[in-house]
């Protein structure tokens, strides 16, 4: 089954930047990379998940993007098809950015609700200070 594995997150201060990256692998006839739909999910000491961003599968929606209002103008998702990798530029980070940041997979949805995820990653800290 498709597998994630998530890197890039890290202890940074108010204003500054990171890249979550998030390699795909594990593919199959029925899930291939260009059929897929990649996002990324949060989750905060004590708060629910959250859908930050999400990018459509190049093969049915041609990589369109969805950002939840907090994080407009300041995180920025992509995807690298030769290396089956999804990125999260993050910029300008607040101490509210501060959580766990998940990497997920989905056929047929791009939107930022989790139960439109197949596959999940372990996850990686990110962590901003003021």
């Known amino acids: 089954q498709v597998q994630l594995m998530e890197s890039g997150g890290g202890l940074v201060q108010l204003g500054e930047s990171l890249t979550l990256s998030c390699v795909a692998s594990g593919f199959t006839p029925g899930y291939t990379w260009d059929g897929l739909s990649m996002g990324w999910f949060r989750q905060a000491p004590g708060k629910e998940q959250e859908g930050v961003s999400s990018?459509?599968?190049?093969?049915?929606?041609?990589?369109?993007?969805n950002y939840a209002d907090s994080v407009k103008g300041r995180f920025t998702i992509s995807r690298d098809n030769a290396k089956t990798t999804v990125y999260l530029q993050m910029d300008n980070l607040r101490p509210e950015d501060t959580a766990i940041y998940f990497c997920?997979?989905?056929?047929?949805?791009?939107?930022?609700?989790?139960?439109?995820?197949?596959?999940w990653g372990q996850g990686t800290q990110v962590t901003v200070s003021s």
């Open positions: 997920a997979a989905a056929r047929g949805y791009y939107g930022l609700l989790r139960a439109g995820y197949d596959f």
């Open positions: 990018i459509s599968s190049i093969s049915y929606s041609g990589g369109r993007t």
